[in-house]
């Protein structure tokens, strides 16, 4: 089993960035395959990105492909997700998953003003 801790979120302005982190702990984090979600507000949560074990292998969901980019470092045990041109509409509180299992960390917020 993986426990799983996000940090990163904050508030930024409409085009800006932040770079959220997600810090695994147990012996199998690098067998996983990691993910981000996201749920805005009075909505349900969404899958965001995905990435395989060894960081070789990445997908996004239409609505952040060519401005997030999901990435591993398996020595820290920590997955990334960095998010570019923030648009209103990615304000959400970020969780991080590890795929098909119920491990979720506590979510980081992020929001964006416009």
């Known amino acids: 089993q993986v426990q799983l801790v996000e940090s990163g979120g904050g508030l930024v302005q409409a085009g800006g960035s932040l770079r959220l982190s997600c810090a695994a702990s147990g012996r199998t984090f690098s067998s996983y395959v990691m993910a981000w979600f996201r749920q805005g507000p009075g909505k349900e949560r969404n899958w965001v990105a995905r990435?395989?074990?060894?960081?070789?292998?990445?997908a996004y969901a239409d609505s952040v492909k060519g401005r997030f980019t999901i990435s591993r470092d398996n020595a820290k045990k920590t997955v990334y997700l960095q998010m570019n041109s923030l648009k209103p509409e990615d304000t959400a509180v970020y969780y991080c998953n590890a795929w098909g299992t119920p491990n979720w960390g506590q979510g980081t917020q992020v929001t964006v003003s416009s």
């Open positions: 990435i395989n074990w060894s960081g070789g292998s990445t």
